[in-house]
Nanobody, 115 residues
Framework: VQLVESGGGLVQPGGSLTLSCVASGFTFSSYIMRWYRQVPGKERELVASISKGGGSPNYADSVKGRFTVSRDNAKNTVYLQMNSLKPEDTAVYYC?????????WGKGTLVTVSS
C-alpha cells in the first residue's frame, strides 16, 4: 500500500489550495478515504472523509463549508479542495486508508497559511 500526497505549499489567508493523494497497492474503490492534519505537538486531527463511491462526505466542524473532499476512482486519487484558508489551517496534511483494520498513511504534505 502506498499513499502519496501532493499540492501543499505557502498560501495567504483567504487563499485556496487543492491537495491530491494517489493510492496504489490496494483496490482503491473499495475503501473509505480520509484526510487528516497534524500540527507539531498536537494530535492528528480528522479533517474529512469520503465513502467508496464518492458520496457521503464528512467534515470536521473547523473546516465545514470551506473544504471539499472528492475522489476519482479511475485515477486512484482523492482530493481535498481547501478554500478560505486560515492561519489555523497550517499543518501537515495526511491521506489515510484503513484496510482490514490497519491504517496506512502517506508522508504528508505541508500547508502553510501566512501573510
Amino acid at each position: 500500500v502506498q499513499l502519496v500526497e501532493s499540492g501543499g505549499g505557502l498560501v495567504q489567508p483567504g487563499g485556496s489550495l487543492t491537495l491530491s493523494c494517489v493510492a496504489s497497492g490496494f483496490t482503491f474503490s473499495s475503501y473509505i478515504m480520509r484526510w487528516y492534519r497534524q500540527v507539531p505537538g498536537k494530535e492528528r486531527e480528522l479533517v474529512a472523509s469520503i465513502s467508496k463511491g464518492g458520496g457521503s462526505p464528512n467534515y470536521a466542524d473547523s473546516v465545514k463549508g470551506r473544504f471539499t473532499v472528492s475522489r476519482d476512482n479511475a485515477k486512484n486519487t482523492v482530493y481535498l479542495q481547501m478554500n478560505s484558508l486560515k492561519p489555523e489551517d497550517t499543518a501537515v496534511y495526511y491521506c489515510n486508508a484503513a484496510i482490514y483494520g490497519v491504517h496506512y498513511w502517506g508522508k504528508g504534505t505541508l500547508v502553510t497559511v501566512s501573510s
